[in-house]
T-cell receptor, first 114, second 117 residues
């Protein structure tokens, strides 16, 4: 079974631009979560989607948004990029139901904002 | 979310057991204890989880204190490939945010495990 894939793996943008990151979950998984990882703040939860609906949201500004498609693939978008948005963005998928589903993480997209 | 406390770093020798502690004194009855690890340049990887009873799988064992205020991840024979940051996370399966989910993982700083050859 293929794992979680994220594209692109690396991205360089400049301040003020916007960016879209893509995540393909494991086949059969309906939940996709996004996390931001930085050296200073560690791993922080952004949001989670299940069956095309956002079910939970972390404490990030409205510049960070996402969506999920009917095939469970997900995209996250960051508008008006700031230097502090430079980070590793991780996507995780899970079955989405049940009490203790483990999350499977992708390799991440490394975003650098200049 | 209930908080966990872990040592910043630990060191072990190859082929020796490793006991990684985690304190979670404010754990609630609906919190599952999850462990994930992150190898260098990779996304986090699920290791094990439990609620009340000790758990074993092919990767590790999880020992949970009787009062559930602490737990220990046990790697029975450390290898160089086990060098990683280990995260102890409480996941509340009893909380719903008006239709929201309980699949959010709140990561702390974790424990950096160094394995010496």
């Amino acid at each position: 079974k293929a794992g979680v894939t994220q594209t692109p793996r690396y991205l360089i943008k400049t301040r003020g631009q916007q960016v879209t990151l893509s995540c393909s979950p494991i086949s059969g998984h309906r939940s996709v979560s996004w996390y931001q990882q930085t050296p200073g703040q560690g791993l922080q939860f952004l949001f989670e989607y299940f069956s095309e609906t956002q079910r939970n949201k972390g404490n990030f500004p409205g510049r960070f948004s996402g969506r999920q498609f009917s095939n469970s693939r997900s995209e996250m978008n960051v508008s008006t990029l700031e230097l502090g948005d430079s980070a590793l963005y991780l996507c995780a998928s899970s079955l989405g139901q049940g009490l203790s589903n483990e999350q499977f993480f992708g390799p991440g997209t490394r975003l650098t904002v200049l | 979310d209930a908080k966990t406390t872990q040592p910043n770093s630990m060191e072990s020798n190859e082929e020796e057991p490793v006991h990684l502690p985690c304190n979670h004194s404010t754990i609630s009855g609906t919190d599952y204890i999850h462990w994930y690890r992150q190898l260098p340049s990779q996304g986090p990887e699920y290791v094990i989880h439990g609620l009340t009873s000790n758990v074993n799988n092919r990767m590790a064992s999880l020992a949970i204190a009787e009062d559930r205020k602490s737990s220990t991840l046990i790697l029975h024979r450390a290898t160089l490939r086990d060098a990683a940051v280990y995260y102890c996370i409480l996941r509340d399966v009893g909380v719903k945010n008006s239709g929201g989910s309980n699949y959010k993982l709140t990561f702390g700083k974790g424990t950096l495990l160094t394995v010496n050859p």
